[in-house]
């Protein structure tokens, strides 16, 4: 995953060129990136051994294959990657961290168990009036950025077990998730969804909406911003949600996903003005 941050870091200066807009957004997550990879590297220790029968049989009747329940969470060791995060974000926005970090550091927040409730796909409710906590989004952004790195490192271990070409659902082979972006390749007519959860790549359908499976050609709409031919939103008039798209051919060269779900929030801001719901469950810092 080494390489992995090096290409991000990379792709992230080449964004801050073009778009100085994004300085200070990237500035911010090229801190959470780099935290992360500390993070995930110290994973590699962990004892992970998986039902691989178990995990065949899932996968072959197209359930995700992550089996949270067999997983023994640390989370001791999540919560202090938790306040990494924080003191990151206390740097980047010292009212809204400041915050939440005050909120905390009353007890209106077990911030262990509150992971483990996320993991276990449960909504945490905090302890605590709202006007104490404020704004939740930097909360929850902070609660799925720190299971992140165990989600990739869980992923990565899967991978090895199943092939995720073969799998033709709209959701995550292995953590389950909707896509928040996809890579359109090999003369356009080919697509990859992305995970941001997992950060999982597999194929899917061109035509087919991956959140509802409308496969009808007048039912997706796309939606281009001026001068940026290499983006685009893939709309379903269906189901009313939206996916981000690159085109790699556009671009030139493959591109790490995660950096370009970031460089695109203008797109995210332009669909939901325009009334179309996101597909994808992770919280954006818009």
Known sequence: ?????????????????????????????????????EFYQSLKSLPIVFD?????????????????????LDSGTLERFF????????EKNPD?????HAFIKKGNLDVGNTIKAMWEGKIPSPRGGKEELGDPTLLFFLLNESLKPFYEYLAEKLQAVIDVTLWEKGYCPICGETPSIAAITEGKWSRHL?????????????????????????????????????????????????????????????????????????????????????GAHYPLLI
């Open 194 to 278: 992305f995970c941001v959860y997992c950060g999982t790549e597999w194929p899917f359908p061109f035509l087919m909406c991956p959140f509802c499976g409308n496969e009808e050609e007048k039912g997706v709409t796309y939606l281009y911003v001026k001068n940026e031919k290499q983006y685009r939103l893939e709309v379903c008039q269906a189901c009313q949600k939206y996916l981000k798209a690159v085109d790699i051919e556009c671009i030139g060269s493959p591109v790490p996903l995660e950096v370009e779900n970031l460089a695109t929030l203008h797109l995210d801001i332009l669909a939901q003005r325009e009334g179309y719901g996101r």
């Open 1 to 37: 995953m080494a390489g992995d941050l090096i290409t991000k870091l990379a792709r992230m200066e080449q964004i801050k060129r073009a778009k100085p807009a994004y300085r200070n957004l990237l500035d911010f997550y090229e801190k959470i990136f780099i935290a992360k990879e």
């Open 52 to 72: 691989e029968p178990g995990v065949q049989t899932r996968f072959k009747a197209g359930f995700p294959v992550l089996d949270k329940g067999a997983i023994e």
């Open 96 to 100: 809204t961290a400041g915050k939440l």
């Open 83 to 90: 306040r990494t995060l924080l003191q990151i974000s206390l």
